[in-house]
């Protein structure tokens, strides 16, 4: 099934969505990534990865108002879903749980 | 300032392969990138990463990504939409939707009923399937050097043709004359139209059986009934076998039963057809005259063999008469040739050996019209749209300024100009069916509306398609060409020029409306002087009838009852009706006469009260009478024959018929038997024997009303014949009927003139209504600066009234000169008078100005306060 499995790549996106909650657009997301992940992004990249969580049901989009920024030019407005909020919520407790069952003595 | 811009060529690169809303979105994430990235890492870098981010944009999973949140329009949806703007602009204006589609209607109405009488006119005969092939056998001959071409043929052409070129034909039919024949069955009597066919005629005409076979003419004492005649005789019960008399005098039996023949052939009235060989026993002269070859009194009719051409066949046998005629008739040089049954209806008429038309012309005529009043309905179109071109100028510079495509607003125009056809088309399906009855009853047709021919349809849609086309073109690419700012900003106006076109348009229809008018005039003054014509008899109180064998045995005490009952004044009897000619011969010879002359002269044999009867002028001499013996061999010649014989006083002089002497004892004036379009022949009467055949005329007694003197006639007619229905008809009737087609010509045009000064005016009215509106301010200040309603009138009308009289200056050549040509078809004709343009010119005027006034009185009683208080 569609949806299942969330690419590394994805989820930071979903992430980066999530960080710039309320004003999360393509170039939004992309300077979000790059700040935190201090690693260039491609647009093209970024926007095909929000196509597919859109597709995947995590996250929903919207054609912004018109306003004085960006030559006037409208934005598409991204919002992670309560699904794709779940899966992020997943995703956080599958790492956890890992990180809980690596044996102590393998660091010691 | 350096300019801090992307490189445009991968702007643009973006552009040509993601549509507007998207580009939208994704420029505007570059452009931010690029800023934000300017700012951070340089000029150079930020092109880079510019450049890099279009290509990565440029993956097909993104193009292909759908926007569920844009609606996509379809094809049907903009149609529904264009429909919906259509209907709505209909209903806002009435008056105009109300002109458009009624004008519309009127024309196609017009224009389908034209249509499908050419289709009938061009279907003629097409009932019978060897259509192409069957032909009819005519002669043309050769007297005093002008070509005569006939359908009469001696009885034995048949027999000959199909003994010497048997294999170039199918069938050859020889065959009476339609005739009325008396059918009895028992004692009921009834009057039957039929003809005499040799026994393959059935065959050739593809009669449909309803009983019997087609080999019902080989015993030549049998007889085949149309379905009707059938019922009428028989009812229920089956007619084959019975035995009917047919003129009272041979039994026959039926031997068959075929569907009755549509309206649209030629042989329509032929309701029962019996044998040639019957026809044969009834005129034995037929077989023992001397010379058959001399006598033309029966028609040929011949279907050719399938791999034959009728030219060929035609070829073949043009000698076939003159190979047996005698050395006095070849110098006429007899050519015998095929008639195509293709161009019986349409191509009758022969001048001079070469078959020039007929029909044919009314059909391109009428066809002719049919297009102009369509013409006519869709330039009213084309005007009022664009008339109301300012009106909706705004309306197009407001769509092209949100957003509208040229092409939209053409499919806008376009679908209100269809919506309108479509309408108009089916107003016209509904007037179209109520008309046909009337219009049939005019043309003398049986047209019906071909709901089941899909070529009908066919034709229909590619006629709302040329339509809509045609009056949706101009207003379609001309409104939609409009500039949105000049428009909007008020700066624009439509030009001066503008109006030439409109103008040009209500010119062209006046014109036609004016051609058809005079035209109109002048079919029915020709009529009317011809009918004037002095027809050198007193038709009134006259009335004619068959001879029945007991009156022609009886014949002095029916004529003294008669005359003593007071129902006649007298009454008389010829072999040639008065109001035709049914008996030419040659043979005559007079001292001083051209030995290479050939003469050919109606005459007719009559009873000594014949000019009594009829009232005939003697202008010289005298006429007959029974206290001269000698006039059994006289004659009485017209006035035709006198300046034809050149005799100064013919009265005594001799004129020899097959070498016996007649003389001359009288001149009357020229009875106009024939044709009232065409000079009378000269032509000559003499003295029946005691066998009266033919017609006898009874002129009524003047102080008693004709119902009265009828009645008593029958009455005693009755007790000499019992069991024949009595059947007369006026003679004044009889010659009406000689203007039947001229009339038929006139009161169709008529009509059509009438119809086309509807629709022109129509447009004329829409269009004055349009002015007024539009000159509403104008004429409201010109109110309050003191112009009165006479000015303003003045004001609104003079265009209008400008336009119509140029009309009138352009109709009257092109009118004179058609009609010109139309009547110098006719001998005896009008000339066409100066008057009958100025009346038409005047009647234009006058409807015109009528139409328009209505507007412009409106227009200019409008109170100006109320016209000036808004803005």
Known sequence: MKGTYLGEFEEVVLLAVAIRSGDAYGAAVVSEIEQQMGRSVNLGAVHSALNRLQEKGLVSSEMGGRTTERGGRRKRLYAVTAYGRRALDEMRQLRNQMWDTIPRTVWS | ?871
């Open chain 2, 1 to 871: 300032m350096k300019s801090v811009n992307p490189p445009p060529f991968a702007t643009r690169l973006l552009h040509w392969f993601y549509a507007s809303p998207q580009a939208e979105e994704l420029e505007g994430d570059l452009d931010e990138l690029f800023q934000q990235r300017v700012r951070e890492v340089g000029l150079k870098q930020a092109r880079w990463r510019y450049v890099r981010d279009v290509v990565s944009l440029l993956r097909p999973s993104l193009m292909k990504r759908k926007e569920k949140r844009y609606s996509k329009p379809t094809h049907t949806t903009m149609l529904r939409n264009y429909l919906t703007i259509a209907w709505r602009n209909l209903r806002k204006n009435t008056a105009y939707s109300f002109i458009n589609i009624g004008g519309l209607a009127v024309g196609m109405t017009v224009a389908m009923l034209i249509g499908l009488w050419i289709y009938d006119e061009v279907s003629f005969n097409q009932y019978h399937p060897n259509y192409d092939r069957i032909a009819q056998v005519m002669q043309h001959g050769t007297f005093n050097g002008k070509v005569d071409s006939q359908v009469a043929n001696p009885g034995v052409l048949g027999p000959e043709i199909r003994a010497k070129y048997g294999p170039t034909f199918k069938y050859v039919v020889q065959a009476s004359w339609p005739g009325s024949y008396i059918l009895s069955l028992g004692d009921n009597h009834v009057s039957k139209e039929g003809i005499y066919f040799e026994p393959d005629g059935p065959v050739m005409l593809g009669l449909r059986m309803r009983q019997g076979t087609y080999s019902g003419l080989k015993d030549p004492y049998s007889i085949m009934l149309s379905e009707s005649v059938a019922k009428s005789l028989f009812g229920t019960q089956n007619p084959l076998g019975k035995t009917l008399k047919v003129g009272r005098k041979y039994a026959v039996k039926v031997t068959g039963v075929y569907e009755d023949l549509p309206y649209n052939t030629s042989f329509r009235n032929v309701k029962v057809i019996m044998p040639w060989a019957l026809w044969l026993i009834d005129n034995p002269w037929a077989k023992t005259m001397r010379n058959p070859w001399g006598s033309n009194f029966s028609q040929t009719f011949a279907q050719v063999a399938d791999h034959i051409t009728m030219e060929e066949a035609s070829g073949r046998i043009k000698n076939v008469k003159l190979a047996n005629v005698s050395k006095e008739e070849a110098r006429y040089n007899w050519v015998v040739f095929l008639h195509p049954m293709r161009k019986w209806e349409l191509y009758s008429e022969f001048k001079n050996g070469v078959n020039t038309g007929g029909q044919i012309k009314y059909v391109w005529l009428f066809g002719i019209i049919g297009i102009f009043v369509l013409v006519l309905a869709c330039i009213n179109f084309m005007n009022l749209a664009t008339a109301r071109s300012e009106k909706r100028a705004k309306e197009v510079g407001i769509r092209k300024a949100v957003g509208s495509v040229r092409s939209q607003l053409i499919n806008q125009f376009f679908a209100e100009s269809y919506l309108v056809v479509s309408l108009a088309f089916l107003v016209a399906v509904l007037l179209v069916l109520v008309l046909l009855p009337p219009f049939n009853e005019i043309a003398d047709k049986k047209i019906e509306f071909l709901w089941a021919h899909p070529q009908f349809w066919l034709m229909s849609l590619a006629f709302i398609g040329m339509t809509g086309l045609l009056a949706g073109s101009y207003p379609a690419f001309y409104l939609s060409s409009f500039q949105p700012l000049s428009v909007l900003k008020g700066t624009f106006r439509v030009g001066k020029w503008a109006a030439i076109p409109r103008k040009a348009l209500v010119v062209l229809q006046f014109t036609v409306s004016i051609v058809l008018i005079i035209g109109t005039i002048i079919v029915y003054q020709q009529i009317q002087h011809a009918k004037n014509r002095p027809i050198g008899y007193n038709r009134n109180g006259l009335v004619t009838m068959g001879v029945e064998k007991e009156i022609s045995d009886h014949f002095d005490a029916f004529r003294a009852e008669l005359k003593s009952a007071g129902a006649i004044e007298e009454l008389a009897v010829s072999n040639s009706p008065l109001t035709g000619v049914w008996n030419t011969n040659g043979g005559f010879d007079w001292a001083g006469k051209d030995p290479n002359l050939a003469v050919d002269f109606p005459n007719a044999n009559v009873t000594y009260e014949w000019g009594k009867t009829v009232g005939w002028k003697v202008k010289q001499g005298r006429d007959f009478s029974r206290e001269f013996a000698t006039d059994s061999s006289a004659f009485i010649i017209n006035e035709a024959m006198k300046q034809f014989l050149g005799f100064k006083n013919p009265v005594g002089k001799i004129l020899k018929w097959d070498n016996k002497p007649y003389t001359i004892i009288g001149v009357v004036s020229d009875i106009m038997a024939e044709s009232p379009f065409y000079p009378v022949r000269p032509s000559l009467y003499h003295i029946t024997g005691s066998d009266y055949q033919g017609n006898m005329v009874l002129r009524l007694h003047a102080a008693k009303s004709p119902n009265q003197s009828i009645a008593l006639i029958e009455q005693i007619w009755r007790k000499y014949v019992p069991n024949v229905p009595f059947q007369y008809e006026f003679v004044h009737q009889q010659y009406g009927a000689k203007f039947k087609s001229e009339e038929r010509i006139g009161t169709l045009s008529a009509y059509f003139a009438v119809l086309a000064i509807f629709i022109s005016c129509l447009g004329i009215f829409g269009m004055a209504s349009f002015v007024a509106e539009q000159r509403t301010k104008e004429i409201g200040i010109r109110k309050v600066l003191g112009a009165s309603v006479i000015n303003l009138w003045q004001l609104l009308t003079k265009d209008f009234a400008v336009l119509v009289l140029v009309a009138c200056v352009i109709a009257s050549p092109i009118a004179w000169y058609y009609l010109t040509d139309w009547l110098r078809e006719y001998d005896y004709r009008v000339t066409i008078s100066w008057w009958v343009f100025v009346v038409a010119a005047a009647g234009a005027l006058l409807i015109t100005l009528i139409t328009v006034s209505f507007q412009s009185i409106k227009a200019a009683l409008v109170n100006p306060v109320k016209s000036l208080r808004s803005e």
